[in-house]
């Protein structure tokens, strides 16, 4: 099973600054994953991070807002632009090592704007 | 468009006992995976059992099972023999091509 090590694991953050998240994983995997968790609710996709193409985006989610690297397949990081306090959230990577099959999560990064 | 809803935000169970959680979804494909993952307080995102559309058999792992009934586009979790450790937040998931659609959660609290 694969093993995501994500940092930052928290913090807090002044409006209007941006945070750059990183995800990194024990094993090449062809498709990376980002979700938002906001507070009480459930995981919401941002974006699927495509080694070698740009990130492919949800409808609600901007690269502009959102931008994504994928550098490598063990790799990824996701940016938090010009940050609101609407922002605050847990951010988690996600693979697959096999399409459909287990995800496996990082441990999420818990962000807060003030 | 695929949804995924819950509509039970929280339940309790006593330690021991069964409890069943509701899950329902909608989605025009015919293949596709199901998952229960569990988030407990830590944040990590565990699998608890996972379901292949294409099987009628039921999905158990240990004191997990669910029941899938396809027609229905229903997925229910069963904890058997409730513990401690269970208390959790649990999202029920369909997935396509990889991207996962979370339900809503229900809280799960087990009580000694």
């Known amino acids: 099973s694969a093993v995501i090590s994500q940092k930052p694991s928290r913090d807090i953050c002044q409006r209007g600054t941006s945070l750059t998240i990183q995800c990194q994983v024990d094993?090449?995997?062809?498709?990376m994953f980002w979700y938002r968790q906001q507070p009480g609710q459930s995981l919401t996709l941002i974006a699927t991070?495509?080694?070698?193409?740009?990130?492919?985006?949800e409808s609600g989610f901007v690269i502009d807002k959102f931008p994504i690297s994928r550098p490598n397949l063990t790799f990824s990081t996701l940016t938090v632009s010009n940050m609101s306090p609407e922002d605050s959230s847990i951010y988690l990577c996600?693979?697959?090592?096999?399409?459909?099959?287990?995800?496996?999560f990082g441990q999420g990064t818990r962000l807060t704007v003030v | 468009a695929q949804t995924v809803t819950q509509s039970q935000p929280e339940m309790s169970v006593q330690e021991a006992e069964t409890v069943t959680l509701s899950c329902t979804y909608d989605?025009?494909?015919?293949?596709?995976?199901l998952f229960w993952y569990k988030q407990p307080p830590s944040r990590q995102m565990i699998l608890v059992i996972r379901?292949?559309?294409?099987?009628?058999q039921n999905a158990t792992e240990n004191r997990f099972s669910v029941n899938f009934q396809k027609a229905a586009k229903s997925f229910s979790l069963k904890i058997s023999d409730s513990q401690l450790g269970d208390t959790a937040m649990y999202f029920c998931?369909?997935?396509?091509?990889?991207?996962?659609?979370f339900g809503q959660g229900t809280e799960l609290s087990v009580k000694p």
């Open positions: 996600s693979v697959e090592e096999v399409p459909d099959a287990e995800a496996f």
């Open positions: 094993s090449q995997v062809t498709m």
């Open positions: 991070a495509n080694q070698g193409s740009e990130a492919t985006y």
């Open positions: 989605t025009s494909e015919n293949n596709y995976y």
């Open positions: 379901q292949e559309a294409y099987k009628q």
């Open positions: 998931a369909l997935t396509q091509g990889g991207k996962l659609i």
